[in-house]
DNA sequence: AAAATCCCCAACCGCGGGGAA
DNA sequence: ATTCCCCGCGGTTGGGGATTT
């Protein structure tokens, strides 16, 4: 059966946009607010479909929009935030005013990587470049998290007996104000041989935030026990001179740091 | 000066999530 | 509970300007 196509492609424009269809999009958006793309076109006497009217709309023609080249320090802003969201470009734009999801992925594809590269830092893991033995990488983590609250203060780890940690505010002055997540972490077994009581998970839970955003975060560990940090990719074990990942750092460093002594099991 | 190559970024495509029917 | 539809997201592409040969 299939899904029906989202507009008449015969009958619709493709490629770049005319000054005149802009200035239609515009005045029709100024007149009658954003909303309801599969009709705009329509209405507004484009031949274009709806989804190349959004994309128009929110990448180029959007009042308050910065372009022009980035800054170091929004640079600066795009690699942590990348190095503990991933490529979650629409939850990076919004931390940065003025700046679209594309563009920013386009930024980071076309110069951040490069220059991630050029520093020896693999810009996918945030780990330096070349240290990883062979074997020692898991399956990516998935990453799930809830854009609509992004409120994350700098937190503590409180681990609890049943393994459950809880994060505990520690400073107003979050690198990420508005950003929270309830992260919780399992632990499972890297192969699929190992037994899921092998596998433990901890729970981070903000007490004292708003309802979770919540980042469900799957790591990995072998069932001989060793340690992991718990970065983007996950999977490499702590304390050796293969995880020198600076994410799981910068990830601690927002929530503050783990209570002395204590240890992801 | 012309051709080849590189690079950037606007735009497209396909998919998944979520709400409505 | 299921299907359908719309929206938004992330990956990818290709046109065109910039740079190099």
Not at 187 to 195: E, H
Request: charged share 25%; with cysteine.
């Amino acid at each position: 059966m299939g899904r029906s196509p989202c507009c008449e492609k015969a009958r619709t424009n493709k490629g770049a946009w005319t000054k005149e269809e802009d200035e239609r999009l515009v005045a029709y958006i100024k007149a009658h607010g954003e909303g309801c793309w599969r009709s705009l076109p329509k209405e507004a006497g484009l031949l274009r479909c709806g989804k190349s009217c959004r994309l128009r709309w929110i990448n180029y023609l959007r009042p308050g929009l910065k372009r022009g080249n980035f800054t170091e320090e929004e640079d600066e802003q795009i690699i942590q935030m990348h190095s503990s969201l991933g490529n979650k470009w629409s939850l990076i734009a919004a931390r940065l005013p003025g700046r679209t999801d594309n563009e920013i992925k386009n930024h980071w594809n076309t110069h951040i990587k490069r220059k991630l590269l050029s520093s020896g830092i693999d810009p996918q893991t945030h780990c330096q470049l070349g240290n990883l033995p062979r074997g020692q990488l898991v399956p990516s983590a998935p990453v799930k998290v809830d854009q609509d609250r992004m409120k994350l203060p700098s937190m503590g780890l409180d681990l609890a007996e049943d393994g459950h940690s809880t994060i505990t505010s520690t400073d107003e002055e979050s690198s990420f104000p508005n950003l929270n997540l309830d992260l919780t972490l399992g632990l499972g077994p890297v192969n699929s041989n190992a037994k899921s009581s092998n596998s433990s998970q901890f729970k981070i839970t903000p007490p004292l935030l708003p309802p979770p955003m919540t980042a469900t975060i799957m790591s990995s560990r072998s069932t001989r026990g060793g340690k992991f940090c718990s970065c983007y990719q996950f999977g490499y074990r702590i304390n050796t001179e293969a995880c020198n990942c600076h994410a799981m750092r910068e990830l601690l460093r927002y929530y503050g740091s783990l209570e002395q002594g204590q240890q992801i099991q």
